[in-house]
T-cell receptor, first 109, second 115 residues
Framework: GQNIDQPTEMTATEGAIVQINCTYQ??????LFWYQQHAGEAPTFLSY????GLEEKGRFSSFLSRSKGYSYLLLKELQMKDSASYLC??????????FGDGTTLTVKP | ETGVTQTPRHLVMGMTNKKSLKCEQH?????MYWYKQSAKKPLELMFV???????ENNSVPSRFSPECPNSSHLFLHLHTLQPEDSALYLC??????????????FGEGSRLTVL
């Protein structure tokens, strides 16, 4: 079956660095996605990893280890607007994406 | 026009009503999706349409009926829903290449309340 785990909630301070972890067990693997969803809004794409290693995009980076079934999203220089839910999603067999429950990040001044 | 638009944004209906949700994508993608997002639950895939053909029906009750008249439009027809069907219904699109779904582009969602 499909199983994706990520922490339910995290809190961090403005200007700090936070790492949101995601572990997965899925049928097949075509890539791992991170999405950001602000309250009351649509999820928006942040990053995609299909090979092992780190992908950097501005203040956000995402890491993947396929052998460990593990990914993390790293947010640097946190801003208040980064308070949102962060969704880990894995595309498995037949192009079907499975989402984790999401991690609600609260950034405090 | 934004990438993926959904209407209505909010919908309240009784259990005996018939209503429809509409989604339109302006990105030229070849696949469209319906997802259900309930409080404290992960996004649940409901239906997938690839090149207008339904390729996935994720064990969704028949009171939800999708329709995809062309690659840009997707509907979700609702009939005799239950209160537990109250949720945010998200439409998404992507460009499927070689079986790879890729990045999903989501609409703002339709917030459905069933009384």
């Amino acid at each position: 079956g499909q199983n994706i785990d990520q922490p339910t909630e995290m809190t961090a301070t403005e200007g700090a660095i936070v790492q949101i972890n995601c572990t997965y067990q899925t049928s097949g693997f075509n890539g791992l996605f991170w999405y950001q969803q602000h309250a009351g809004e649509a999820p928006t794409f942040l990053s995609y990893n299909v090979l092992d290693g780190l992908e950097e995009k501005g203040r956000f980076s995402s890491f993947l280890s396929r052998s460990k079934g593990y990914s993390y999203l790293l947010l640097k220089e946190l801003q208040m607007k980064d308070s949102a839910s962060y969704l880990c999603a894995v595309e498995g067999n037949a192009g079907k994406s499975t989402f984790g429950d999401g991690t609600t990040l609260t950034v405090k001044p | 026009e934004t990438g993926v638009t959904q209407t209505p944004r909010h919908l309240v209906m009784g259990m005996t009503n018939k209503k429809s949700l509409k989604c339109e994508q302006h990105l030229g993608h070849n696949a469209m999706y319906w997802y259900k997002q309930s409080a404290k639950k992960p996004l649940e895939l409901m239906f997938v349409y690839n090149f207008k053909e339904q390729t996935e029906n994720n064990s969704v009750p028949s009171r939800f009926s999708p329709e995809c008249p062309n690659s840009s439009h997707l509907f979700l027809h609702l009939h005799t829903l239950q209160p537990e069907d109250s949720a945010l219904y998200l439409c998404a699109s992507s460009q499927v290449v070689g079986g790879w779904t890729g990045e999903l582009f989501f609409g703002e969602g339709s917030r459905l309340t069933v009384l």
